[in-house]
């Protein structure tokens, strides 16, 4: 019974919502792909099989050290810290920050993407990364989990003077991100991907982040072991997928070849 109220909330949730109500469509295209969906198990294997340190991934993009956001600005990070301590509600948690700080200031992209930004840590590494290129910009879309009431809160450790940089499009990916890559006009340097981690919206986001990307261009997702999205895309771009192992999650990157 007590199931049944929490789905009535949720759908409530949603439809008093309509920004977000969109976002319906892809939990019913979630049902279809239902098999897909249980790939966790074959995914974290992969994974497991196919992983290398860090380090390498980072050497095989032609970088040799990793950068880390909190050493080369100590100040913008102990203020990002002290605004986390204030938030009052929990909220996803980070990407790896120091490989998209270290991936941001190698490559030099002026045109990133990002979906997935709670707290805003992999934000943050984008503006410090790019903090050196005047005309970076970060698209970031976030549509908050269903009442959790974190929406004031989205991107709160983002410190004010960055946020000129840095436009959040608060909608479900399926709207956002399209929108994100119209506004770079239909191409991009550089995405993240951190925000619905089913199957099905991998598959939805993934192939358009790809198709924008410029030649030479970086995608990279996080908690790729939740189903097998990542491998599968992969093999449809022909790239050799670089894995690492991240706080016991693993990050996927593709690099577009140029
Ligand atoms: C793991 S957190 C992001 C963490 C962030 N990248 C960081 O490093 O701090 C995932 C975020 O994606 C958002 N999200 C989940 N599904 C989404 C969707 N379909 N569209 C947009 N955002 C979504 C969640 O509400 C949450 O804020």
Request: proline residues 5%; charged residues 30%; aromatic residues 14%.
């Given at each position: 019974?007590s ?10 949730w949603?439809?008093s ?13 979630r ?49 990002a810290?002290?605004?986390a ?14 490989f998209?700080?270290t ?16 707290y ?14 005047e ?23 983002i ?5 000129e ?32 981690k ?34 599968e895309?992969?093999q449809?771009t022909?790239?050799?997928p ?17």
């Amino acid at each position: 019974m007590s199931a049944i109220i929490d789905k009535a909330n949720t759908l409530w949730w949603y439809l008093s919502r309509p920004h977000y109500s969109v976002q319906l469509i892809q939990l019913f295209r979630r049902f279809l792909n239902r098999e897909k969906e249980r790939t966790r198990f074959e995914a974290t294997q992969w994974c497991q099989q196919v992983a290398i340190p860090m380090e390498e991934v980072l050497r095989k993009l032609g970088i040799d050290k990793i950068e880390y956001p909190w050493e080369v600005y100590p100040d913008y990070w102990r203020e990002a810290e002290r605004r986390a301590k204030q938030v009052p509600v929990v909220m996803g948690g980070a990407g790896a920050v120091e490989f998209i700080f270290t991936a941001t200031r190698a490559f030099k992209p002026t045109r990133l993407v990002e979906t997935g930004v709670a707290y805003g840590w992999s934000t943050l590494a984008m503006l410090l990364g790019t903090l050196e290129r005047e005309s970076a910009r970060v698209i970031s879309t976030d549509m908050p989990y269903p009442k959790m009431g974190n929406e004031p809160y989205v991107g709160y450790v983002i410190p004010e003077d960055l946020r000129e940089r840095w436009i959040l499009i608060r909608k479900p990916d399926i709207l956002a991100v399209p929108k994100a890559i119209k506004h770079f006009g239909g191409t991009i340097d550089f995405a993240h991907y951190d925000s619905d981690k089913s199957y099905t919206g991998r598959m939805f986001t993934y192939p358009r982040l790809w198709k924008a990307l410029r030649n030479d261009g970086i995608l990279i997702s996080d908690d790729i072991q939740d189903n097998i999205a990542f491998k599968e895309f992969a093999q449809q771009t022909g790239v050799e997928p670089l894995v690492f192992e991240y706080k016991g999650k693993y990050v996927g990157v593709l690099r577009k070849e140029r």
